[in-house]
Nanobody, 112 residues
Framework: QVQLVESGGGLVPPGGSLRLSCAASGSIFRFAAMGWYRQAPGKQRELVASISTGGRTTYADSVKGRFIISRDNAKNTVYLQMNSLKPEDTAVYYC??????WGQGTQVTVSS
C-alpha cells in the first residue's frame, strides 16, 4: 500500500495563501490519479481537487479559481496551492491516490 504524508497546513488570515504537499512512497506514483479532500468539523469529507496521471485537473465549485492542484512525478509529490483563503476553507486536508490510500491529514485554519 502506498504511504502518503501531507505537510504545509497552518493558521492563515482570510485572503492569505498556503501550499500543501503530499509525498508518496513507491514507484507507482506516476501511474496514480491523486486527489485532495477536506473535512470540516461536523461535516462529511469532500473532494476538493483531483489530478489525473496526464495532468488533467478537476475542482470543487467552492474552490475553483482559488486553488491549484499540481504534481511532480520526479518527486512523487502532489501539491495544493490555496489562494484567497476564506474561513469556510478551515478543515483537515487529506491526500489520496483514489485507490484506498490516505494520508494522516494536515490542519488548515483560516482566521483573523
Amino acid at each position: 500500500q502506498v504511504q502518503l504524508v501531507e505537510s504545509g497546513g497552518g493558521l492563515v488570515p482570510p485572503g492569505g495563501s498556503l501550499r500543501l504537499s503530499c509525498a508518496a512512497s513507491g514507484s507507482i506514483f506516476r501511474f496514480a490519479a491523486m486527489g485532495w479532500y477536506r473535512q470540516a468539523p461536523g461535516k462529511q469529507r469532500e473532494l476538493v481537487a483531483s489530478i489525473s496521471t496526464g495532468g488533467r485537473t478537476t475542482y470543487a465549485d467552492s474552490v475553483k479559481g482559488r486553488f491549484i492542484i499540481s504534481r511532480d512525478n520526479a518527486k512523487n509529490t502532489v501539491y495544493l496551492q490555496m489562494n484567497s483563503l476564506k474561513p469556510e476553507d478551515t478543515a483537515v486536508y487529506y491526500c489520496t491516490d483514489h485507490s484506498g490510500s490516505w494520508g494522516q491529514g494536515t490542519q488548515v485554519t483560516v482566521s483573523s
